[in-house]
């Protein structure tokens, strides 16, 4: 990896898997890392593991993606504490086989992996300038996903594979549309497929549902660090460093679906999220700065 000395950057979902393993190679490069995180006692734990090398810099800060009061409080301490933020790393993904909803009635699947993230991203951006990078981690269930305008949180005829697919189609929309509306600010924005990692993340912290067939399945899967590959890559490497648009698999641009590259789709879907989070042309600093 390219030395990271002197650069901030924050990682979602950073307690575990391929957010832990992103905060600890960017930590190991020089970076500072600010680790969001919404579960206090597992960011604790995370934060301590992580010191174990005292050479790492690490800031902890709780937030929760699916409360979008949450979201601005983050992104309030953030601006208050750090000047210039170079990397953004929107890992936190959610799953669920039953039909959830986040504290604003939004599904969650949707809430969480993109709208939280969209929020997030565009609050931050004051505190990005040239030659800052947005990496978000999508996944090949993009390629069976539809945004659902008519019906975007799902009320009728809800499943997992059609809630999921239409997250991750939103992260590839998202990423191509913020790269467009991103180009002359010289901060270049991409998203990649990790593969098939065998993580927490559709597991019930509650119930411990899903723990035994992940185990099960866990040789058959990459490591969380080997998932987080791509994302440390785009984070970091002096090859993509004028890159932006782009979906990447195993470090390389790869094809995403038709449907991903549709810039009506993708200006639509931007349009609803500043609707749905309450971004404005007025009051956020995405619009006072472009």
Same mark, same amino acid.
């Given at each position: ?39 206090? +006692? ?5 934060? !301590? ?27 309030? +301490?953030?601006?208050?504490?750090? %000047? ?22 939004? +599904? ?6 993109? !709208? ?13 300038? +040239? ?50 509306? !991103? ?10 497929? #990790? ?28 490591? #969380? ?33 038709? %449907? ?6 993708? %200006? ?23």
């Amino acid at each position: 990896m390219n030395s990271l000395r002197g650069k901030t950057a924050i990682v979602t979902g950073a307690n575990s898997g391929m957010g832990f393993a992103t905060v600890k190679a960017l930590a190991d490069a020089g970076a500072h890392v600010i680790m969001l995180c919404r579960d206090k +006692e597992r960011g604790k734990d995370a934060l !301590l593991k992580l010191k174990e090398d005292p050479h790492r810099s690490l800031d902890l800060i709780l937030c929760d993606l699916g409360d979008f009061s949450s979201i601005r409080a983050f992104t309030e +301490e953030v601006k208050r504490k750090y %000047r210039h933020i170079d990397i953004l790393v929107n890992n936190a993904g959610f799953i669920s086989l039953d039909r959830q909803e986040t504290k604003e009635g939004v +599904e969650r699947q949707f809430g969480i992996n993109h !709208l939280g993230h969209f929020l997030l991203t565009l609050s931050l951006l004051c505190r990005m300038g +040239e030659g800052s990078r947005i990496v978000v981690v999508a996944s090949g269930a993009h390629k069976t996903g539809r945004i659902h305008f008519n019906d975007i949180n799902l009320h009728r005829g809800f499943n997992v594979i059609k809630a999921y697919s239409q997250s991750k189609l939103a992260n590839v929309l998202f990423t191509k549309e913020l790269a467009r509306r !991103l180009k002359k600010r010289g901060i270049t924005v991409n998203c990649c497929h #990790p593969g098939a990692v065998a993580t927490n993340m559709g597991v019930d912290r509650k119930t411990g549902f899903g723990r035994t067939i992940t185990r099960m399945l866990k040789p058959f899967f990459l490591t #969380p660090e080997e998932g987080a590959k791509t994302a440390i890559f785009l984070a970091s490497d002096e090859s993509v460093g004028n890159i932006t648009g782009e979906y990447f698999y195993k470090c390389k641009v790869a094809r995403s679906s038709r %449907r991903s590259k549709d810039p009506c789709l993708a %200006r639509k879907l931007f349009l609803l999220s500043m609707k749905m989070t309450g971004i404005n042309k007025t009051s956020d600093c995405f619009f006072r700065r472009v």
